[in-house]
């Protein structure tokens, strides 16, 4: 009564189509004489989403599933309803918040990828995807460890309990990482820096989600800047000398 807004007197005796929107009664319908020519607990598993029609033309989602059983000379059909509005409305959320995160991932800039325990790549999204050579589809699934190679920029692999996203997974603690190198899939590596941070489900750690930043750029121009330091004080040497130079004829 509740449900539909109808009364036990107006609702008695009536068809169920009564309170079933127009378009589903036909997939009721057969639903209905699957279960009749079926029986039994195969028919009475499945169950229907269907779209609900109130007394007031309102309509809400319904999850409808149907048993028969035998009376003295018919047959009969109970058939069982439940509002399923707000399982729908969680689920709406859901695909909102999963686009949502979509949309993060495939606008970020920085590299982000997400690895199990056993270190296999979950996700990956398209910046980390390009800067690694690879199509994200080829990665998922794939050793993290084996396809990238991460090493030290002495170009010595870390060992497998020394990786800080390892580490990440074991010990549930976010790591950071300034001077790594990736490799991409033609072999050729690019400095990195990155954060480890670990992903938790009930309360367990099921895997780790790191956020990189290619820094060839900032490495270059370091490097520029300590060129150009070494290169003052060469001159600076020089000019020094050349005063010392002066002063000696003087």
Excluded: C
Excluded at 83 to 93: G, N, P
Excluded at 126 to 142: C, D, N
Aim: aromatic share 6%; charged share 30%; no cysteine.
């Amino acid at each position: 009564e509740e449900a539909f807004g109808y009364s036990a007197e107006e609702i008695i005796a009536q068809p169920v189509t009564m309170i079933i929107q127009d378009r589903h009664h036909e997939q009721l319908e057969r639903h209905v004489q699957r279960v009749r020519l079926l029986g039994g607990p195969h028919a009475a598993n499945k169950t229907l989403e269907l779209a609900g029609r109130r007394k007031d033309g309102g309509e809400f989602p319904l999850e409808l599933s149907v048993t028969s059983w035998q009376g003295k000379s018919d047959l009969f059909f109970t058939i069982i309803m439940r509002d399923i509005s707000e399982r729908r409305l969680a689920e709406e959320r859901l695909d909102r918040l999963h686009h949502h995160n979509q949309v993060v991932l495939n606008s970020a800039g920085e590299g982000i990828y997400g690895v199990d325990r056993e270190g296999r790549l979950t996700f990956v999204n398209p910046a980390a995807a390009k800067m690694f050579g690879w199509e994200a589809e080829a990665l998922i699934g794939q050793s993290l460890h084996a396809l990238v190679h991460q090493t030290d920029l002495r170009g010595m692999p870390f060992t497998e309990e020394h990786r800080l996203i390892g580490e990440t997974i074991t010990g549930g603690e976010l790591r950071e990482h300034v001077d790594s190198v990736f490799r991409r899939k033609d072999g050729t590596s690019f400095p990195v820096e990155y954060v480890s941070t670990p992903i938790q489900e009930r309360g367990e750690i099921v895997g780790a989600v790191v956020v990189f930043k290619d820094t060839t750029d900032r490495k270059r121009a370091e490097e520029q800047l300590q060129d150009s330091f070494r290169r003052l004080r060469k001159l600076s040497g020089r000019m020094e000398g050349i005063r010392e130079e002066e002063r000696g004829r003087i």
